[in-house]
């Protein structure tokens, strides 16, 4: 198993032997790319993104400035939009379901290291995936941590920094990240805290 095998199924490798490094860089060339487009070239936008993730759906938007590792070991669902500043280390695989909305400033991080100083310093690092389900709102400067599992239809509050699995529809927020409330049918009548929908069209 090279290393690159290895950091795939979630073991102990090192990040700059079989072809890693040159991986990291070819991918930072499409971003660096990415980043620096005009606002009106969103056909070479699509194009790279599309060349970068190994998966996405028909319909995607990622603001700029967007960083990642490899890329190719990330996948986005339908209708997926991210704002400005989203950074994912895709050192393990990372699949994210449709609709979702990311807020600016997220981190998604697959990525670690041994906590003894010892093994740490031996220059082995992991990669642990994560997976974020359908219609999920991850809210400004949240940063969710290897292994992490975020059910569908759940919001991730702002700043939160999600260390456990998140269930399907609930609001979590906090440092660490933990379950605040049940998502309910009264909760779909209002935009904002107790502000109510002033228009029909909203369901």
Same mark, same amino acid.
């Given at each position: +198993?090279?290393?690159?095998? =290895? +950091?795939?199924?979630?073991?102990?490798?090192?990040?700059?032997?079989?072809?890693?490094?040159?991986?990291?860089?070819?991918?930072? =060339?499409?971003?660096?790319?990415?980043?620096?487009?005009?606002?009106?070239? =969103? $056909?070479?936008?699509?194009? !790279? +993104?599309?060349? !970068?993730?190994?998966?996405?759906?028909?319909? &995607?938007?990622?603001?700029?400035?967007?960083?990642?590792?490899?890329?190719?070991?990330?996948?986005?669902? $339908?209708? &997926?939009? /991210?704002? *400005?500043?989203? %950074?994912? !280390?895709?050192?393990?695989?990372?699949?994210?379901?449709?609709?979702?909305?990311?807020?600016?400033?997220?981190?998604?991080?697959?990525?670690?290291?041994?906590?003894?100083?010892?093994?740490?310093? /031996?220059?082995?690092?992991?990669?642990?995936?994560? %997976?974020?389900?359908?219609?999920?709102?991850?809210?400004?400067?949240?940063?969710?941590?290897?292994?992490? %599992?975020?059910?569908?239809?759940?919001?991730?509050?702002?700043?939160?920094?999600?260390?456990?699995?998140?269930?399907?529809?609930?609001?979590?927020?906090?440092?660490?990240?933990?379950?605040?409330?049940?998502?309910?049918?009264?909760?779909?009548? *209002?935009? &904002?805290?107790? =502000?109510?929908?002033?228009? $029909?069209?909203?369901?």
């Amino acid at each position: +198993m090279n290393q690159k095998e =290895r +950091m795939l199924a979630g073991l102990p490798y090192k990040a700059w032997l079989d072809g890693l490094s040159e991986e990291r860089l070819a991918c930072k =060339r499409i971003i660096h790319e990415y980043n620096l487009l005009s606002p009106d070239e =969103r $056909e070479r936008a699509q194009e !790279l +993104m599309r060349k !970068l993730l190994g998966k996405t759906g028909k319909f &995607f938007h990622v603001a700029p400035p967007f960083h990642c590792d490899y890329g190719s070991n990330i996948e986005i669902g $339908e209708n &997926f939009f /991210s704002n *400005y500043g989203l %950074t994912i !280390l895709d050192v393990g695989k990372v699949v994210i379901g449709d609709n979702a909305q990311i807020a600016p400033n997220v981190s998604i991080y697959t990525a670690g290291h041994p906590v003894h100083p010892d093994s740490r310093n /031996s220059g082995y690092e992991y990669g642990i995936p994560v %997976t974020i389900g359908d219609n999920v709102w991850i809210g400004g400067n949240a940063v969710i941590l290897p292994g992490v %599992t975020i059910g569908s239809n759940s919001v991730i509050g702002a700043g939160s920094v999600v260390t456990k699995d998140v269930p399907e529809w609930v609001i979590a927020a906090g440092n660490p990240c933990r379950v605040l409330r049940k998502i309910t049918e009264e909760d779909r009548k *209002y935009y &904002f805290q107790d =502000r109510v929908f002033d228009v $029909e069209d909203y369901t």
